[in-house]
């Protein structure tokens, strides 16, 4: 494991590092269709009755759920009067579509 902080770490490995993060908190089916539907409903986002709606899932569970994707930076939340809604951070997922694919089909350098 890399004992450095990630402070100190070349900016492209900062990034990779967030991406990971990101990607991390993606990688489970429900926050993936919650993310999904996020994209969707595009800048209006939804509100959490009815993403939990859309899924069928208690509310504990939906919670759970929102708070790994909040974490990795993916989604926002905003209280509107007595409503929670979700927004999709489309910053950070065209970055990260954008890191994975920047160089597509260039070859790589394998010179140290």
Known sequence: MNSKPVENL?????????????????????????????????EEGLAVGEIQSLL???????????SHLVAGGLITQ??????LR?????????????LLTDKCCAGVDLTP
Do not use: W
């Open 10 to 42: 070349h900016p492209e490995i900062l990034q990779t590092e967030e991406a990971a993060l990101a990607l991390s908190k993606l990688g489970h089916p429900i926050r993936l269709r919650i993310v999904q539907y996020l994209v969707q409903a595009g």
């Open 56 to 66: 069928g899932i208690p509310g504990s569970t939906l919670s759970h759920h929102i």
């Open 78 to 83: 905003e209280r509107q009067s007595r409503i």
């Open 86 to 98: 979700c927004f999709m951070n489309f910053d950070k997922m065209n970055g990260l579509v954008t």
